[in-house]
Structure formats: C-alpha cells, structure tokens
Nanobody, 114 residues
Framework: QVQLVESGGGLVQAGGSLRLSCAAS????????MGWYRQAPGKQREFVAR???????NYIDSVKGRFTISRDNAKNTVYLQIDNLKPEDTAVYSC????????WGQGTQVTVSS
C-alpha cells in the first residue's frame, strides 16, 4: 500500500522560507519519480516540481530560482525547499507519485502573509 505523508507547512511572512517533506512508503522509492503539486483557494491543482529517479529536476516557471526539490533515498523522503516566499505561493502542497496509478498525500498548508 502506497502512502505519502507531507509535513513542514505553516504560516510565514513574505520573503521567508519553508522546507516541505514527503515521506513515502509502499514503493521502491529509489526508482520512483516524485512530484510536488499545489492548489490555491478557488484554483485548480497545478504542477510545481518533479524529481526523477536519476535526479533530474523539473519546475514550473513561476518557481524557478526559489524552489528546490531534492530526495533522500535512504530516508524514502522527498523535499521541497521554498525560499523567498510570495503571497501567491499560498496553497495546499501535495506530494505525488505514480505506480500503476496516481498516489497523493493529504497535503500540507502553506500560507504566506504580505
């Protein structure tokens, strides 16, 4: 059974930083592509970042230079370092992977005050 558990969200001021974590179980983590998505109030969920098993990273343009995705295969955990937070980054951030079907975590709330 695949499980993804996010943590690390919170309320921060604009310009601040957060590090989100997603602990995975039920998958061969080192072989899995892991992603982060976010959903802001009243908006559709959008892709944020992805890291492949070989370490290749992809980002949505609006977060390039501010967000860094990384993984620790020994801990079965993927991270999202978010720097220089902006109010428009306010959203629920969810971890994603795919193994025959899509799996999502429960999400962690990030709120950025101006």
């Amino acid at each position: 059974q695949v499980q993804l558990v996010e943590s690390g969200g919170g309320l921060v001021q604009a310009g601040g930083s957060l590090r989100l974590s997603c602990a995975a179980s039920g998958i061969i983590f080192s072989s899995a592509s892991m992603g982060w998505y976010r959903q802001a109030p009243g908006k559709q969920r959008e892709f944020v970042a992805r890291i492949l098993s070989d370490g290749t990273r992809n980002y949505i343009d609006s977060v390039k230079g501010r967000f860094t995705i990384s993984r620790d295969n020994a801990k079965n955990t993927v991270y999202l370092q978010i720097d220089n937070l902006k109010p428009e980054d306010t959203a629920v951030y969810s971890c994603h992977t795919r193994r025959l079907r899509d799996y999502w975590g429960q999400g962690t709330q990030v709120t950025v005050s101006s």
